[in-house]
T-cell receptor
Framework: GAVVSQHPSWVICKSGTSVKIECRSL??????MFWYRQFPKQSLMLMAT?????????EQGVEKDKFLINHASLTLSTLTVTSAHPEDSSFYIC??????????FGPGTRLTVT | GENVEQHPSTLSVQEGDSAVIKCTYS??????FPWYKQELGKGPQLIID?????GEKKDQRIAVTLNKTAKHFSLHITETQPEDSAVYFC??????????????FGKGTLLTVNP
C-alpha cells in the first residue's frame, strides 16, 4: 500500500489562531486525498475529499471557510484550521487514494486548542 | 446515505482463541468493504478488504466474509495474539460520483487479547 506522512504529529495552538496540517504521499501519486476527523473513542468522520488541482468537496456540516483544503500536487494536501476554537480539538487524519477503492491513511495529527 | 453498523463494540478473548466482528450496511450499491486496525494514537491500517464479487477472502490468520443478500460482512481472526489488540473498523464504499469512492465507517470494535 501507499506510505503516507503527516506533519505535525501533534500541535497545540491558542484559540483564534490558525493551524496548517500537511499530508504527503511518499511513494504514490495520489489523485484523491481525504481528510477525516476523529474524536476520542469514536469513529472516523469524513470531512472533505480533495482532487489534485481542483476545489475540495466538503461533507454536509463541515464549514469550508473554517477548514481550508489545498491539494496542490499529487503528493501533498494541506488542511488549515482557521480561527481554531477548543471544540476543534481532535485527531485529524488524511488518506490517499490512487485507485478506485483502496484508501491508505496517514499517522494522524493531534490538535489541541487552548 | 450509507449506514454501517458494527458489533460488538468491545470484545475480549484469550490468546489463541478466535475473534469475530460483524458489520451490516444499508446501501445495496456499496461494492467495496475494507477492514482497518487502529492502534492507540495512530492512523488506521488497512488489513484486509473484499469486493462485492467475492464471498470470502483470507490472508494468513485474517479472513473476511461477505453476504450481499443479507448486506453483512464479518472479520475473522484466528489464533489471536496480544499484538492483535486494537480497535478494528469496518467500512463500506459508496460511489459518490465521478471517480471518488467515499468510505463510511462502523463505530469500531475494541479487541483485547489477554495473554
Amino acid at each position: 500500500g501507499a506510505v503516507v506522512s503527516q506533519h505535525p504529529s501533534w500541535v497545540i495552538c491558542k484559540s483564534g489562531t490558525s493551524v496548517k496540517i500537511e499530508c504527503r504521499s511518499l511513494d504514490f501519486q495520489a489523485t484523491t486525498m481525504f481528510w477525516y476527523r476523529q474524536f476520542p473513542k469514536q469513529s472516523l468522520m469524513l470531512m472533505a475529499t480533495s482532487n489534485e488541482g481542483s476545489k475540495a468537496t466538503y461533507e454536509q456540516g463541515v464549514e469550508k471557510d473554517k477548514f481550508l483544503i489545498n491539494h496542490a500536487s499529487l503528493t501533498l494536501s494541506t488542511l488549515t484550521v482557521t480561527s481554531a476554537h477548543p471544540e476543534d480539538s481532535s485527531f485529524y487524519i488524511c488518506s490517499v487514494s490512487g485507485r478506485r477503492y483502496e484508501q491508505y491513511f496517514g499517522p494522524g495529527t493531534r490538535l489541541t486548542v487552548t | 446515505g450509507e449506514n454501517v453498523e458494527q458489533h460488538p463494540s468491545t470484545l475480549s478473548v484469550q490468546e489463541g482463541d478466535s475473534a469475530v466482528i460483524k458489520c451490516t450496511y444499508s446501501d445495496s450499491a456499496s461494492n467495496y468493504f475494507p477492514w482497518y486496525k487502529q492502534e492507540l494514537g495512530k492512523g488506521p491500517q488497512l488489513i484486509i478488504d473484499i469486493r462485492s464479487n467475492v464471498g470470502e477472502k483470507k490472508d494468513q490468520r485474517i479472513a473476511v466474509t461477505l453476504n450481499k443478500t443479507a448486506k453483512h460482512f464479518s472479520l475473522h481472526i484466528t489464533e489471536t495474539q496480544p499484538e492483535d489488540s486494537a480497535v478494528y473498523f469496518c467500512a463500506a464504499s459508496t460511489d459518490s460520483g465521478g471517480s471518488n469512492y467515499k468510505l463510511t465507517f462502523g463505530k469500531g470494535t475494541l479487541l483485547t487479547v489477554n495473554p
